[in-house]
């Protein structure tokens, strides 16, 4: 994923999950009370889906444009507002971390699409104290690790306007050549005493010169083939070949002796035709513990790690949760289906307050029949019910932190993102 702000008025990455339609994202992220924010956010540990060279790719950008530029830099003055800001002509770069080459984004295949919402004539140009997303879509034609740089110019006015240009470079996009054909997954079982075990299987034709296995932690565990597992978890293989270094990610080792009762629903929001608007959302009951989430796409690209991945075009989804204890829920055949219309996704009556909330979150606009749900970042559901009209949700039980509030009816989905604090 990615972020503004860096040590000046403010800049922003302009990227984004996985689709072949050059399509404009659509603006429905929730900051809540939020003046400036970008979604994902890398100060969030969220980072950009890895690509595939020649496969689809798109990956969506929210960003919400603070109105004051002292809401960025307490440098300026509390009174100035932020006129807009203008991603700089050829602003964005992308450095191959290994050969230092540079490239716009539409020389490896991966233009950008911004949506200003018609806000301005220029679509790189956006105004402030307005939520605005940019998406990268294509079909990348290079591989490599890139650092990806933005420059931007911001706009404000003290007696006249200026202009102050800032870059930001804090992130890095993953496009991998096509050099795995499948990862076998050989389960672990406590109770006889069996390890479990991987075995990368590479592409035809592929000739690796070096394999490396890796934990969750990013500690080597093996660099052949087949590694043995100790310990469930998640882990990655790093393959080599005189061309190319790939590192593939989201394998799950379970052990099978473990009593596990999670379960787990997959909730669809449809796409428009042509459209990136599609969001699914997975309700985990009796994990154990804190679970990680994993949204794959057809192609087996991960488009997403939190309970809720938006910004989806129609296709067909898996997700993989895992609990602490090594439980693992996967659902296939997740279809996001195309329609002509998808509703009223926005569901924009529906607000929750005060947010952040220490006691009871009111809900109130909630149409007829709709369903409510508030999960942890982690997707751990903390709470559902069936309400219309308004509401209040006792919240004083619940930890500290972020949560996502979604309201579904048969025809939309909103998810709003809401914060307890004391």
């Known amino acids: 994923m990615k972020h503004l702000i860096a040590g000046g008025l403010f800049a922003f990455s302009l990227f984004g999950a996985t689709c072949a339609m050059q399509a404009q994202c659509a603006i ?19 980072t950009f889906v890895t690509g595939v060279l020649d496969q689809p790719y798109s990956d969506v950008l929210h960003i919400l ?17 932020i006129d807009s800001v203008v991603v700089a002509e050829n602003g964005v770069v992308l450095t191959d971390t290994v050969t230092n080459e540079t490239f716009l984004p539409e020389e ?92 990368v299987i590479l592409a035809e034709g592929v000739e690796a ?37 790939s590192v593939f990610e989201g394998y799950v080792v379970i052990d099978v002796g473990v009593d596990c ?23 985990v009951e009796n994990a154990n513990g804190e679970v990680q989430v994993s949204w794959f796409n057809e192609a087996g690209l991960l488009v997403g790690t939190s309970s809720t ?41 529906v607000v929750a307050f005060p947010n952040p909330s220490s006691k009871v979150l009111f809900i109130d606009g909630v149409p007829s029949n709709a369903s409510l749900t508030l999960t942890g970042m982690n997707g751990q559901l903390v709470w559902q019910g ?19 509030l979604g309201v579904q009816t048969a025809q939309a989905q909103r998810t709003l993102r809401v914060v307890v604090a004391r």
């Open 108 to 199: 490896i295949g991966l233009p950008l699409v911004y949506n200003n919402n018609g806000d301005s004539g220029n679509e790189a140009s956006f105004l402030g104290g307005q939520q605005y997303c940019a998406a990268i879509q294509g079909t990348p034609n290079r591989a490599g690790i890139y650092r990806i740089s933005i420059d931007v110019l911001g706009w404000a006015t003290i007696f006249t306007p200026f202009n102050a240009p800032y870059t930001f470079d804090n992130f890095t996009l993953r496009i991998n050549c096509p050099l795995v054909e499948d990862v076998e997954v050989t389960p672990a079982n406590s109770l006889d005493g069996t390890n479990g075990s991987l075995t």
């Open 261 to 283: 009762f999670m379960t787990a629903e997959a909730v669809v929001v449809p796409a428009g035709i042509g459209a990136m608007d599609g969001s699914a959302t997975v309700n």
């Open 209 to 245: 010169t070096s394999i490396a296995w890796f934990n969750e932690f990013g500690v080597q565990i093996g660099s052949e083939a087949t590694v043995t597992v100790d310990n469930p978890g998640t882990f990655s293989v790093q393959v080599t070949t005189d061309d190319c270094d």
């Open 386 to 404: 069936v309400v219309a009209g308004g509401r209040g949700v006792d919240v004083s039980g619940l930890p500290e932190g972020f949560y996502m």
């Open 65 to 81: 444009i603070p109105t004051s530029a002292a809401d960025i830099d307490d440098q300026f003055p509390p009174t100035l507002p």
């Open 28 to 46: 429905d992220f929730d900051f809540g009370e939020s003046t400036f924010g970008v979604s994902p956010d890398p100060n969030l540990g969220e």
């Open 309 to 349: 991945v938006e910004g989806l075009g129609a296709g067909i989804y898996s997700v993989l949760i895992e609990d602490e204890l090594g439980c693992v829920v996967e659902l296939f055949d997740v279809v996001v289906e195309e329609v002509d219309s998808v509703g009223d996704n926005a569901l924009t009556h």
